[in-house]
T-cell receptor, first 114, second 115 residues
Framework: AQSVTQPDIHITVSEGASLELRCNYS??????LFWYVQSPGQGLQLLLKYFSGDTLVQGIKGFEAEFKRSQSSFNLRKPSVHWSDAAEYFCAVGARAAGNKLTFGGGTRVLVKP | ETGVTQSPTHLIKTRGQQVTLRCSSQSGHNTVSWYQQALGQGPQFIFQYYREEENGRGNFPPRFSGLQFPNYSSELNVNALELDDSALYLCASSPPTGTGSFEQYFGPGTRLTVT
């Protein structure tokens, strides 16, 4: 069975500082990995995805993530945070063998200090 | 290109009632998935529809059911509503698997409150 853990429930970062959100997954085969962002009361917006190939993937809004198979991790990073990045971030794992259903982590809420 | 749309935006129902939520998939997408997101939690997979058939189901009771129509739009029906059904219900569509894309694109959700 697939599972995703996001160890940090809340993270507070100053505007302009770097951000790293952690994600660990459990899945027997090569997973499909995603990061989504959710603003309050809104749906989920896809930030980036990993299916195969280059383990460092670039996404929208200046985000990137690195797939590390040996650590079963897919951490999200941004070099310089903007106030508009305050939101909840979800890591998700999917797999064709599982009918492409997504299993989500519990989310990390990011607060940005001025 | 129109994204995923859902209706209604908000809904208030009484325990024991039935509810139908609607979703229109993104243009060109033939697969629709439904997720339940309780307050403060990540979304949980309810089921997926492909070619008008259920194509996978999460750990939800049979009172959660769905439909997909020939135009790929979808409905989620919940019977005998319980207080714990209060949540944000998210619909997501995904392109044909032959395109090599596996991502899902989400709608804005329907906020259901059961009193």
């Amino acid at each position: 069975a697939q599972s995703v853990t996001q160890p940090d429930i809340h993270i507070t970062v100053s505007e302009g500082a770097s951000l790293e959100l952690r994600c660990n997954y459990s899945y027997g085969a090569t997973p499909y990995l995603f990061w989504y962002v959710q603003s309050p009361g809104q749906g989920l917006q896809l930030l980036l995805k990993y299916f195969s190939g280059d383990t460092l993937v670039q996404g929208i809004k200046g985000f990137e993530a690195e797939f590390k198979r040996s650590q079963s991790s897919f951490n999200l990073r941004k070099p310089s945070v903007h106030w508009s990045d305050a939101a909840e971030y979800f890591c998700a794992v999917g797999a064709r063998a599982a009918g492409n259903k997504l299993t989500f982590g519990g989310g990390t809420r990011v607060l940005v200090k001025p | 290109e129109t994204g995923v749309t859902q209706s209604p935006t908000h809904l208030i129902k009484t325990r024991g009632q039935q509810v139908t939520l609607r979703c229109s998939s993104q243009s060109g997408h033939n697969t629709v998935s439904w997720y339940q997101q309780a307050l403060g939690q990540g979304p949980q997979f309810i089921f997926q529809y492909y070619r008008e058939e259920e194509n996978g189901r999460g750990n939800f009771p049979p009172r959660f059911s769905g439909l997909q129509f020939p135009n790929y739009s979808s409905e989620l029906n919940v019977n005998a509503l319980e207080l714990d059904d209060s949540a944000l219900y998210l619909c997501a569509s995904s392109p044909p698997t032959g395109t090599g894309s596996f991502e899902q694109y989400f709608g804005p959700g329907t906020r259901l409150t059961v009193t």
